[in-house]
């Protein structure tokens, strides 16, 4: 099972240089933030990968609990507010709590005390791993699953707000099939780690960041004038 998580690895580090050329080019603050959250999903994966293959130790949960679990959606979620909002103090207000986020949870992640029985399993839930009261555990509900949120509102707003001008498509589509891919890795990793189901955690990871990517690149397409079509 190792060798899915791996190929996700690889997949998004490959995503994340595609990405990153046109970050470097087109200077888009929304690209910088998900070059990276690939990068994110990418030590992730690897962390994964590593735990299948020679079983889990507490510093290879912790990059997984750290990038996959807690860290990756806030900064999908914060690259598709700057997207699709103009409203800069939103934006700056919004990163500023991604910024202190990001520290708190480096932090707990990075200190609090892992159970080693936990990491027996093939995928370590993080309350069995961390504890239910631990910073690092919530961190994931507080943090990860209001961006996550995030993302599924705004992309279902986002098609609404967009559907009667064509000139925002590609933005508006993008949108949906990052949530959409988002959506899968939740689902597929959330249904993997509770059956310890090591081949539907990854199918997850696999198939969603590839979902994302898609969305990626047709966010970042050009605005569409009215009256044009695509192929």
């Known amino acids: 099972m190792w060798v899915f998580p791996l190929t996700a690895a690889g997949v998004s580090f490959v995503f994340a240089g595609m990405l990153g050329r ?12 998900w070059v990276i959250a690939l990068v994110m999903y990418g030590v992730a994966s690897l962390a994964l990968a590593l735990g299948t293959l020679s079983g889990w130790s507490e510093a290879s949960y912790r990059l997984y609990w750290l990038f996959g679990a807690v860290l990756n959606v806030p900064y999908l979620a914060q690259g598709e507010l700057m997207l699709l909002s103009r409203r800069r103090v939103l934006v700056n207000s919004f990163m500023g709590l991604l910024l202190a986020g990001t520290t708190i949870a480096t932090w707990a992640v990075l200190s609090d005390p892992v159970d080693p029985a936990a990491l027996d399993k093939a995928i370590p839930l993080g309350k069995e791993a961390f504890g239910t009261d631990s910073v690092a555990y919530r961190m994931a509900q507080m943090f990860a699953y209001p961006a996550y949120l995030y993302l599924v509102v705004a992309s279902i707003w986002s098609a609404v707000r967009m559907r009667g001008r064509p000139e925002l498509r590609n933005r508006s589509v993008g949108a949906v099939w990052i949530a959409v891919g988002a959506t899968v890795v939740a689902v597929g990793s959330g249904a993997g780690a509770f059956w310890n189901l090591a081949w539907l955690f990854s199918l997850g990871l696999a198939v969603g960041i590839a979902m994302m990517f898609w969305g990626f690149l047709r966010a970042s397409r050009p605005a569409v004038a009215e009256g044009d079509s695509e192929v």
């Open 22 to 33: 046109r970050w470097a080019l087109q200077r888009r603050g929304y690209q910088g933030m």
